[in-house]
Structures are given as C-alpha cells and as structure tokens.
C-alpha cells in the first residue's frame, strides 16, 4: 500500500505513555483543529510513515490529545513511539497559522548545548503565554530552556538534534 504524505497533515508529537496499556500523550500541533475523527493515522518514525487504526481519542486540556492505538498495548511499545509525529488526512483538519507552531515537530530531538555537551530530550513545548520554552528531560532533572532564536543555533532533522547556546548558568541551575 502507497500513502502518500501530501495528503497529510501532522496534528501534534508523541510526548509520552500516559498508562502500562499502551496509552498515549501527545502534545497538539498549534493551530491545528481535528473538524472529525479519521479511522486511521500515520505516525512518522524514522523517517517512514507507518499506519495505525485509533482504538481511543479524547481532548485533554488546550494542548494534548489522549490516544490509543492498535497494536500499541505495553507501555514499552508506548514508550519507543516518543517523539514521533501524528498525522491524519488533510480533509480531517482546519489549520490556522501560527508563529510558533513549527517549535511543536522538536518534542523527542536531543538537545545538545555549545558548553554543556548533551543535554537531553525535549519532552514537551510549553506556553507560558509570554513565550514558548523547551522542557528537556536529562536524568532525574528536568531543563527549562526558553524557546527563542537567540538560543537556538541548529536543527538537524535527520539526526533530530537541536544545537542550543543557553545562557550563562541556566543549564548550571539544573545539575
């Protein structure tokens, strides 16, 4: 079966397992509103589209979806779909433009710092409602780095990095 992904639109990133049964959290693309919900997905993962039938759908709060998909029923095979994007049928969408929806295709890169060497996983975008900031996971800790270009030198999306410069000693506060 050919899929062609022009037909598609990303609706968000897989953040994170949300139970043991496969259940998962995923951060909602900004500007991106589901009119009807599709029988099927495609989930990006290492750079090919693979297709899964939605069990489970639910809105939680302004930034997440809940879901469940077929065949995703631990939360080990949960836990390797972090960082990989959700996408449905175009005609299942309305898109509203936004200056920061693109921050949301980071959730899952490594973040490696110009001083401090890797830093961790971005595991969700977060809105303080003055600007976006990057909440990286690293060990027991977790970075809170704002979102702003100065702070960002590169992405890489084959590799799914992202070079920062963080201010002096902000990455110091967390170790």
Do not use: C, W
């Amino acid at each position: 079966m050919s899929i062609v992904p022009d037909k598609f639109e990303l609706i968000g990133i897989i953040s994170k397992p949300l139970s043991y049964k496969g259940k998962l959290k995923v951060k909602r693309k900004e500007g991106v509103q589901l009119l009807n919900l599709p029988e099927f997905l495609l989930l990006l993962r290492d750079q090919e589209y693979v297709p899964y039938y939605l069990e489970e759908f639910e809105e939680f709060g302004d930034s997440f979806y809940l879901i469940k998909l077929d065949e995703i029923d631990t939360e080990e095979s949960a836990r390797a779909l972090r960082g990989s994007g959700l996408y449905v049928q175009k005609e299942f969408v309305a898109i509203e433009k936004s200056e920061h929806a693109h921050l949301y295709e980071l959730v899952g890169y490594l973040v490696i710092d110009k001083n401090h060497g890797e830093v961790g996983i971005i595991e969700e975008i977060i809105d303080n409602g003055s600007q976006q900031i990057l909440q990286i996971v690293r060990g027991e800790y977790e970075v809170l780095v704002p979102a702003v270009d100065a702070f960002m030198i590169k992405r890489d999306e084959e590799t799914r990095t992202l070079q920062i410069e963080a201010p002096d000693g902000l990455i110091d506060l967390y170790s």
